[in-house]
Structures are given as structure tokens and as C-alpha cells.
């Protein structure tokens, strides 16, 4: 779930998502972010669904 950036209202699901993965940090640990892309007011956007260290 992801809130619009423009009405400030709930978007129940993706039309779409995927993973991707971030740079290392200083332990060399990369965090594996689960993005979404909603639909909402006539725009999309995209929201991160979760961080992961992978
Ligand atoms: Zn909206």
C-alpha cells in the first residue's frame, strides 16, 4: 500500500513491481528494495514496499 503524493489518499496495489537492489553501505551490505508502481489521480508513481539486506 502507498499513499498518492498528490491527494494524500491510499493506493491498495501495484500495477506493478519489482526489485531492485541499492549501493553497499559501509559494511558492504546491499539493501534489496522492493518497489511498486501505483496508479492514482491520473498519474503513477512509484513507493518503496520494503527494504531487504541481501
Ligand atoms: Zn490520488
Known sequence: ?????????????PRKQW????????NGK????TIGLFDHCGK????VLAKRKI
Open 19 to 26: 526489485k531492485m537492489a541499492g549501493r553497499p553501505d559501509r
Open 44 to 47: 503513477s508513481f512509484r513507493a
Open 30 to 33: 546491499r539493501t534489496e528494495l
Open 1 to 13: 500500500m502507498a499513499k498518492c503524493p498528490k491527494c494524500g489518499g491510499n493506493v491498495a496495489s
